[in-house]
Structures are given as C-alpha cells and as structure tokens.
Nanobody, 115 residues
Framework: QVQLVESGGGLVQTGGSLRLSCAAS????????MGWYRQAPGKQRELVAT???????NYADSVKGRFTISRDNAKNTVYLQMNSLKPEDTAVYYC?????????WGQGTQVTVSS
C-alpha cells in the first residue's frame, strides 16, 4: 500500500513561514511527479505546485514567488516552503504522487494563517 504522509502544517500569522514535508513509501519515488494541492472550506481542491522527476517545477499564480517546492529522492520526501503567508493560503494541503495513470494522495495537513 502506497503511503504519503504530510507533516509541518499549523497555525501561523500573516507574513510568516511554514515548511511542509511529505514522506512517501512503497513507491519508486524518484520517477513520480510530486505535487502539493490545497482545499479551502467550501472550495474545490486546487493545484499549488508540482515537481517532476527531472526537477522541473510549476506553480499556481497565487503562490509564485512565495512558495518553493523541492524534493529529496534519497529521503523519498517532497517539501513545500511557504513564505509570506496570507490568510487566503488557509487550507488543507495534500501531497500527491503521479505517474501515467497512477495517482496517490496523502491524508492532508491543515495550514491556518491568521490575520
């Protein structure tokens, strides 16, 4: 059973920073595109950032310049460094692993940004 376990969420003030981590197991981590998505109350899940097996990154316009996705294939872990956080970044953040027709999700971690 593939497992993606997120950590690092919490409560932070506007302008603060958090780093999310997602540890993967039971997959060949290095070949997967990894991503972070988020879902705010009453809204659809949306893409935050992705990173391919080759290290190419993609970001939602709303987080460009503030968030950085990275991966450590030796540790089977993907990270999301979030700086200059805003109240509108408040959501449950989900880790995703994707290749061809296979996609896996973590259980999510709550990020709350207070104003």
């Amino acid at each position: 059973q593939v497992q993606l376990v997120e950590s690092g969420g919490g409560l932070v003030q506007t302008g603060g920073s958090l780093r999310l981590s997602c540890a993967a197991s039971r997959i060949i981590f290095s070949i997967y595109t990894m991503g972070w998505y988020r879902q705010a109350p009453g809204k659809q899940r949306e893409l935050v950032a992705t990173i391919t097996s080759g290290g190419s990154t993609n970001y939602a316009d709303s987080v460009k310049g503030r968030f950085t996705i990275s991966r450590d294939n030796a540790k089977n872990t993907v990270y999301l460094q979030m700086n200059s956080l805003k109240p509108e970044d408040t959501a449950v953040y989900y880790c995703n692993a994707f290749i061809l027709e296979k996609t896996y999700w973590g259980q999510g971690t709550q990020v709350t940004v207070s104003s």
